[in-house]
């Protein structure tokens, strides 16, 4: 993090280098002699998308992919740089006289300049020093001073770490410019820019009614650190203690609790016939949006519960549902401790010993695989609820606490369906994760369940505001919205270890990756307009849960049977039943084929339909005990399975 602030004297003969800066809320109020108290305006939306590519301008450019509308801080560029999707605005010429232009496209009041150097691989390119300069017609330009010389603001000393510039004094102005004055002596002038502003005010309410979305709901939109999350979840449980329950899952590597909050109409117990569902966030501890997003969601259930909305109380009424916002605290202090436009790319990502929770899951894939390869399947090993490998278990593993916490509460809870929310793209992923070939790094990788995953993924993007927007600007480098938003993992980028993977190869629940954003970190001031772009997404995911067929499996005497094998005819991927015998089965509409097994038990096999109407159909099996007598041939015993 470099926090730069201007070394020269503003109003009343203050100097920035020699006060105490005090931050509440958006104020940052200097003080020395005299108190004064200026207004930091919010990033105005060049990484967030908000400002389009026809408000970007530059002098010169070294080509397309590296064109003023790539300027953005933070964006990202692909691997293999080409002509299309570069990592940062470059000049085409290096000499004093380039500049990066934003056109405000009415009055705006600038505070200030954040800077970054190119995203690559393969260069090193970043500005060291600036100058600002501002018009209201984009013709006469004034620039910024110190008394009567220019201001030279100092920029990057590499190139992922931003570095903000606050103006000694607000200007005010259409367009802005940021003119570089020295740059990397083994590079050239590439820069990624966020600018802080904020509009004049507008009487006819025009840009207003253009370009900005509102919300409705009354619901704490800020960021909240480890201590304020814990306090905002108690005062949730207190408002609605009828229907929420706040527990942990265990700790992170520096001892932060791992909290979760149920939902359901019977908090803290499994109810026969009920499923369960899981969103979790922030197992990237600098993707804070999906954090903020669980923490608006349970805020949103709980009041909407209480005044009477008939979807939510269905929802409540018929499903378990919980939500853990913060897999990854310790990451997240990190980038909360710099805030939102400072933390980069990818600090806090990762846990505190440095591993990506996300990716940390044992490799259930290869060991599938190769059972297939060897026809072991189901003869020598199951489809489904692969054994996690003994080396794994070691404590000499490189396996995060946070990851084995995570696996134990998967083990733990009858899970259905879940989602993880991410950031920094607008996608949803689904399985597998890992591609099939060796050395492949992208190729479509499908389940034996592709069909349902694919409408569980088109089901929250399709609901979106903006995920399948075929007008809509790429976050990066990848046009997700021409396949409607959705993607099979292993076909983006292969994964080994995901928790998509993992969840669905050792337990029962389909799980997938919403990537909620292009902004990791968004300011503060973004929250509401995320939380509206999300809000419909998360509810309809949550009620797929209920899609596809769910029933008991029960002996002759009406007792529940647990780990009873389902199996759908054409589909090779089988699910267990829970302690007490029930079982959620996702599939979509049509008429299925399905059998159920027990060990000790005669198999049983019925036809279920499921249909279009939202409700799981109901598929239950009674069975009874098989007298067949086995004979153990590797000991010589005899077995009585009676």
Known sequence: LINSTVHYPVTANIYLSDVERFSFDHIFCFIKTFKTCLTECPPM?????????????????????????????????????????????????????QWFEVDARRLTKFTGVITQGRSSLWSSDWVTSYKVMVSNDSHTWVTLKNGTEDLIFRANREKEIPVRNIFPAPVVARYIRVNPRSWFNSGSICMRVEILGCPMPDPNNYYHRRNEVITTDDLDFRHHGYKEMRQLMKVVNEMCPNITRIYNIGKSHSGLKLYAIEISDNPGEHEVGEPEFRYTAGSHGNEVLGRELLLLLMQFM??????????????????????????????????????????????????????????????????????????????????????????????????????????????????????????????????????????????????????????????????????????????HTEDFAKEDGTINGASWHTAAGSMNDFSYLHTNCFELSMYVGCDKFPHESELPEEWENNRESLLVFMEQVHRGIKGVVRDLQGRGIPNAIISVEGISHDIRTAADGDYWRLLNPGEYRITARAEGYSLSSKKCEVGYEMGATRCDFTIGRTNLIFMNFASGKLLNKD
């Not at 990202?76 to 002509?83: I, N, P, S």
């Not at 710099?338 to 010993?353: F, T």
């Not at 607008?426 to 409408?455: A, C, I, N």
């Open 45 to 97: 939306g060049l990484e967030t998308l908000k400002i389009d590519d026809f408000q970007l301008h530059a002098s010169t450019t070294k080509r397309y992919g590296l064109g003023a509308h790539r300027g953005r801080l933070n964006i990202q560029a692909g691997l293999y740089e080409d002509d299309l999707y570069d990592g940062a605005w470059c000049a085409g010429r290096d000499d004093p006289l």
């Open 302 to 475: 709980c009041l909407e519960y209480l005044s009477g909305n008939q979807r939510i109380r269905h929802l409540v009424e018929e499903t378990r549902i919980h939500l853990l916002p913060s897999v990854n605290p310790d990451g997240y202090e990190k980038a909360f401790e710099v805030g939102s436009e400072l933390s980069g790319w990818s600090l806090g990502r990762w846990s505190n010993d440095g591993i990506d929770i996300h990716h940390n899951f044992p490799d259930l894939n290869s060991i599938l695989w190769e059972a297939e390869a060897k026809k072991w399947i189901p003869r020598k090993m199951f489809n489904h609820h692969v054994p996690i490998p003994e080396w794994y278990q070691s404590k000499n593993a490189s396996v995060a606490v946070e990851t084995r916490a995570l696996i134990a509460w998967m083990e733990k809870m009858p899970f259905a369906l879940g989602g993880n929310l991410q950031g920094g793209e607008l996608v949803v992923t689904f399985p597998y994760d890992k591609t099939r070939s060796q050395g492949v790094t992208r190729e479509q990788t499908p389940t034996p369940d592709d069909h349902v995953f694919r409408w569980l993924a088109f089901s929250y993007a399709s609901t979106h505001r903006l995920m399948t927007d075929a007008n809509r600007r790429v976050c």
